[in-house]
Each structure stands twice: as C-alpha cells, then as structure tokens.
C-alpha cells in the first residue's frame, strides 16, 4: 500500500492564480483531512470530509474549497492565491467513524505564493 | 485559554536523560487525546494515544490527568532519534493540534 499521497509536492504560484491539490489514499478509509502548517501556528484544519460525497469546514476554511467526488480522493482548491496561502499542507486519513483518531498523513505540498 | 496549548521549548536533554513535557486543554469534558511525532519537514506519525488509564510503550509514557486538565508524555532514557517535535491533539470530539513542543537530543 502506497498509504496516504498528495500532489504536487512543491509549487509556486503567483497572486490570483488557481490550482487544486490532490490527496489520494489506498486504505479504504471513510474519513480524510486536509490541513495546513505555518512556523509557529502549528496544524490547523482546513476542510474534512466524513465520507464520499460529503465535505465540511474546519478551522481555516477561507479562500479554499474541497471535493471529495471518489472515496480515495480529497481534493483541495485555491481559487485565487494569495501570500497568506504560503504554507506546507498535509492531507491525512482515518479508518473509523471517530472524529479524533489516529491519523495517517501524506507527505506535504510545499506552496509559496508570490 | 486555547484549547490545546504546549509550551514549545526547545527541550535541549542529554542523551540518556529522562524528558517530560505536558499539553494543556481547556475542555473538562475530554477523555482522549493523542500524542504525534514529527521530524523536520515530515508528515505527523501517531506515538501514543491517551486515555483516562494512561499509555506506556516502551520508554514512552503517557499520562492524562483530568483534575488538572493536561496531558503528559514521558520519555526515558533518551536517545538521539527522540529528537522531533511532538503534537498533541484533541479533545475528542474535535481535532485541536497544539503546536508542537521541539526536543533536541544532546549527545
């Protein structure tokens, strides 16, 4: 099992642009999580997704969107870019029904925005 | 008060020590926390869960103590690859990550 991957791994853009990135897990689980982590603000929960088809806001949903069209995919969106979005972000997965529980985490998109 | 607060050191402990750190929460009412690992520029990897019994794993203790209101982790007899940064996270019915106390082993 490949776990929990996330693409692209690193990516500037510039102010105004868009771009989706892409989580993709082969553990069959229900729920999965997308984050973002700032030096000194530690991780913080952008969107969640409770199962195919569903999505709901967590800390920091402003300026992006989720979907979560296929069970092993959760996809993050940045409309319109700004600095503020400088950040490193991590998708995560779990296998219950249990909002706080062990989570599987990808390996990070790294995004300046310049 | 935060929900979630860690003190983010560094911890600079010599190789061999015995190293405490503690998360505070804010919620009386919660029962289960967790204890991840990250090294530099990595993804979190889970160490331990916490529940009103308390965890141990080898070196690795942790504690929740609900008069007080945190979350402890104990690491014995520490070794070089200890050095990271732990996150706790909880309570459980949210996902409040606190931002992570840095430990830098010393040979």
């Known amino acids: 099992n490949a776990g929990v991957t996330q693409t692209p791994k690193f990516r500037v853009l510039k102010t105004g642009q868009s771009m989706t990135l892409l989580c993709a897990q082969d553990m069959n689980h229900e729920y999965m999580y997308w984050y973002r982590q700032d030096p000194g603000m530690g991780l913080r929960l952008i969107h969640y997704?409770?199962?195919?088809?569903?999505?709901a806001k967590g800390e920091v949903p402003d300026g992006y969107n989720v979907s979560r069209l296929k069970k092993q995919n959760f996809l993050l969106g940045l409309e319109s870019a700004a600095p503020s979005q400088t950040s490193v972000y991590f998708c995560?997965?779990?296998?219950?029904?249990?909002?706080?529980?062990?989570?599987?985490f990808g390996p990070g998109t790294r995004l300046t925005v310049t | 008060r935060k929900e979630v607060e860690q003190d983010p050191g560094p911890f600079n402990v010599p190789e061999g020590a015995t190293v405490a750190f503690n998360c505070t929460y804010s919620n009386s009412a919660s029962q289960s926390f967790f204890w991840y690992r990250q090294d530099c520029r990595k993804e979190p990897k889970l160490l331990m869960s916490v529940y009103s019994s308390g965890n141990e794993d080898g070196r690795f203790t942790a504690q929740l103590n609900r008069a007080s209101q945190y979350i402890s982790l104990l690491i014995r007899d520490s070794k070089l690859s200890d050095s990271a940064t732990y996150l706790c996270v909880g309570p459980d019915d949210k996902i409040i990550f606190g931002k992570g106390t840095r430990l830098h082993i010393l040979p």
């Open positions: 995560a997965s779990t296998r219950t029904s249990t909002l706080l529980y062990e989570q599987y």
């Open positions: 997704s409770v199962g195919e088809g569903t999505t």
